[in-house]
């Protein structure tokens, strides 16, 4: 049996989004630039994308940019912001457990000048708005904080932070890295007060390689590629429109069964830490204090700490049965230091090389659950005497 529960990282394709860009790729195929009717067709299908993107968000098309993906979105929201408001602050704001697309990036801002806040969070990986309301000053030009978070699935208060930042500084742009959150739940931006977005295709069963950002009307943005002016200068290259229909197909797909879909996957996340509870020496990470079903998190995420085992060795123990997990972030798996966000977090030290991140799709099952649960219940004992013996 294969089970998939690495659905942070990626996801399957959506049969009817692989469809569809196979048919651009092979037969619709022309350059959106061109002026011929193979040009005019393939113009047709970004207008698609646009349409639909703005219709989800609830916002202008115009404010629509398509990018190569998550990375690309934050990257651009926060130098090209950053660059296009320096006259007015030098002066920047996020958080401790956002994704390494934000972190680095304000790192790299750091080292050509700018200032940058970086704000604690509670034991569930939430920000306190005491601690964003003392960092504004009047030189703050961005605020940049997740809306869901891809280790722990914490939901941060994105609606109440835009208003407090809007009340503290009228000027100060709010950026939010929604990679984790779109297609999980309803955001709109303009009722939220958001300036700007980051989506990607691939965590909700679109394609790879393929992003949106958006940008407010009257933000102030500084292109971070240049070239022929695609997308009304703000983000230069050949449109990638296969990229864009499939991102585009696979969001109408997903929000077209939004309820049931978010529904089950909370039910998938319940009834998986109700099984995974009945190990002794575990952690469940993130949850909310007496909200013990998950219910005021991420539905498709669930983290837990198995003590007295590592996590790379129970990783690949579960990949010999076919389980497919993660250790944490997909973007620094492969890294040997301790993640950010559980250390932010304060979990025991002990802990922080033994958490493995489960996180589940409209395609995860019971069955795959129960087979999952089992594993656990069989190898986690088996692992922990091979631990205590060495």
Same mark, same amino acid.
């Given at each position: 049996?294969?089970?998939?529960?690495?659905?942070?990282?990626?996801?399957?394709?959506?049969?009817?989004?692989?469809?569809?860009?196979?048919?651009?790729?092979?037969?619709?195929?022309?350059?959106?630039?061109?002026?011929?009717?193979?040009?005019?067709?393939?113009?047709?299908?970004?207008?698609?994308?646009?349409?639909?993107?703005?219709?989800?968000?609830?916002?202008?098309?115009?404010?629509?940019?398509?990018?190569?993906?998550?990375?690309?979105?934050?990257?651009?929201?926060?130098?090209?912001?950053?660059?296009?408001?320096?006259?007015?602050?030098?002066?920047?704001?996020?958080?401790?457990?956002?994704?390494?697309?934000?972190?680095?990036?304000?790192?790299?801002?750091?080292?050509?000048?700018?200032?940058?806040?970086?704000?604690?969070?509670?034991?569930?990986?939430?920000?306190?708005?005491?601690?964003?309301?003392?960092?504004?000053?009047?030189?703050?030009?961005?605020?940049?904080?997740?809306?869901?978070?891809?280790?722990?699935?914490?939901?941060?208060?994105?609606?109440?932070?835009?208003?407090?930042?809007?009340?503290?500084?009228?000027?100060?742009?709010?950026?939010?890295?929604?990679?984790?959150?779109? $297609?999980? =739940?309803?955001?709109?931006? /303009?009722?939220?007060?958001?300036?700007? @977005?980051? !989506?990607? &295709?691939?965590?909700?069963?679109?394609?790879?390689?393929?992003?949106?950002?958006?940008?407010?009307?009257?933000?102030?943005?500084?292109?971070?590629?240049?070239?022929?002016?695609?997308?009304?200068?703000?983000?230069?290259?050949?449109?990638?429109?296969?990229?864009?229909?499939?991102?585009?197909?696979?969001?109408?797909?997903?929000?077209?069964?939004?309820?049931?879909?978010?529904?089950?996957?909370?039910?998938?996340?319940?009834?998986?830490?109700?099984?995974?509870?009945?190990?002794?020496?575990?952690?469940?990470?993130?949850?909310?204090?007496?909200?013990?079903?998950?219910?005021?998190?991420?539905?498709?995420?669930?983290?837990?700490?198995?003590?007295?085992?590592?996590?790379?060795?129970?990783?690949?123990?579960?990949?010999?049965?076919?389980?497919?997990?993660?250790? $944490?972030? =997909?973007?620094?798996?492969? /890294?040997?230091?301790?993640?950010?966000? @559980?250390? !932010?977090? &304060?979990?025991?030290?002990?802990?922080?090389?033994?958490?493995?991140?489960?996180?589940?799709?409209?395609?995860?099952?019971?069955?795959?659950?129960?087979?999952?649960?089992?594993?656990?219940?069989?190898?986690?004992?088996?692992?922990?005497?091979?631990?205590?013996?060495?």
């Amino acid at each position: 049996m294969e089970v998939y529960l690495d659905n942070s990282a990626t996801t399957r394709a959506f049969p009817e989004v692989a469809e569809l860009m196979t048919r651009i790729m092979c037969e619709d195929y022309g350059n959106p630039s061109s002026l011929h009717r193979k040009g005019v067709q393939a113009e047709q299908y970004l207008r698609y994308g646009t349409e639909t993107f703005a219709r989800l968000l609830k916002v202008n098309e115009k404010e629509i940019v398509f990018t190569s993906g998550g990375t690309e979105s934050d990257n651009m929201a926060l130098t090209g912001c950053a660059l296009a408001n320096s006259r007015k602050g030098n002066h920047l704001i996020t958080t401790q457990v956002e994704h390494p697309a934000v972190l680095n990036t304000m790192r790299h801002l750091e080292s050509l000048g700018y200032r940058v806040t970086y704000l604690p969070v509670n034991a569930q990986g939430s920000i306190m708005l005491e601690d964003l309301q003392r960092a504004m000053t009047a030189n703050t030009i961005l605020v940049s904080v997740m809306h869901t978070n891809n280790e722990i699935g914490t939901l941060q208060p994105i609606a109440e932070a835009c208003a407090l930042v809007k009340r503290m500084n009228p000027y100060a742009l709010f950026h939010v890295d929604a990679v984790q959150g779109f $297609g999980k =739940a309803r955001i709109y931006p /303009k009722k939220m007060g958001i300036d700007l @977005l980051s !989506a990607s &295709g691939h965590k909700i069963h679109g394609p790879k390689g393929i992003g949106l950002l958006y940008v407010g009307e009257g933000v102030k943005i500084q292109p971070i590629l240049h070239g022929g002016g695609q997308q009304r200068n703000l983000r230069s290259g050949t449109d990638n429109v296969a990229g864009v229909a499939g991102f585009a197909k696979a969001a109408e797909l997903l929000y077209e069964h939004y309820e049931e879909d978010r529904k089950r996957l909370y039910q998938c996340k319940r009834y998986f830490m109700d099984g995974v509870r009945r190990l002794e020496g575990i952690r469940i990470n993130g949850l909310l204090p007496g909200e013990a079903d998950g219910g005021g998190t991420a539905p498709h995420i669930v983290s837990v700490s198995f003590r007295g085992v590592r996590s790379e060795v129970l990783l690949h123990a579960l990949e010999e049965d076919g389980i497919y997990v993660s250790a $944490g972030s =997909a973007c620094a798996a492969r /890294k040997p230091q301790p993640s950010a966000t @559980l250390k !932010a977090i &304060g979990i025991e030290r002990e802990l922080l090389d033994s958490t493995i991140r489960f996180s589940f799709s409209v395609y995860t099952t019971k069955e795959e659950l129960d087979y999952t649960i089992q594993a656990l219940y069989d190898k986690i004992p088996m692992l922990r005497k091979y631990t205590r013996r060495r």
